[in-house]
């Protein structure tokens, strides 16, 4: 997350880690990420990843995945809902970029959660209202442990 903090990348933190950040201890294995889906901030995402070495694992490049459309095509026709990056260097840890916006994203950056990575990076993570609305749209039996262990504050999730 520090490359893509110091590569100037507007983005918020979702999936395992928030729920994580939100004070429930789970292990993830990937790291969930809604990038703003502007063009330059689309190359900043591809050229932040890349200088740990992660690539996209389906040829495509910074200019195919900021075209809208080309994105729409994806999620109807394919079903994708991330595009998935992974690293050679880093094989146990794919990052997955969310191929839309599942919310505003001005709105959600601003109500997000922040936490301090290091002295000088603060990340932002979905607010936990946001959280348990994309878990529960994703329906998955872990996200919908996550869901009762958000609302009942259970760290078991």
Known sequence: MEVLHDGGVRFLVSGGLAVNAHGLLR???????????????????FAALSTIGYRPIVPVT??????????????????????QFRSDEHRTVPVDVFVEEPF???EEYQRSLR???????????????????MKLQAG??????DVDALKSGDDKA
């Open 104 to 106: 505003p994203f001005d």
């Open 140 to 145: 998955r039996p872990q996200d919908l442990a």
């Open 27 to 45: 292990f993830t294995a990937d790291v969930d990420i809604v990038v703003q889906l502007v063009p330059e901030n689309i190359h900043k995402t």
């Open 115 to 133: 936490k301090a990575l290091a002295k000088d990076i603060t990340i932002h993570f979905v607010s936990l209202e946001t959280l348990i609305r």
């Open 62 to 83: 910074p200019e195919g995945f900021a075209d809208a459309n080309t994105r729409e095509r994806w999620i109807t026709e394919k079903g994708m809902r991330v595009l």
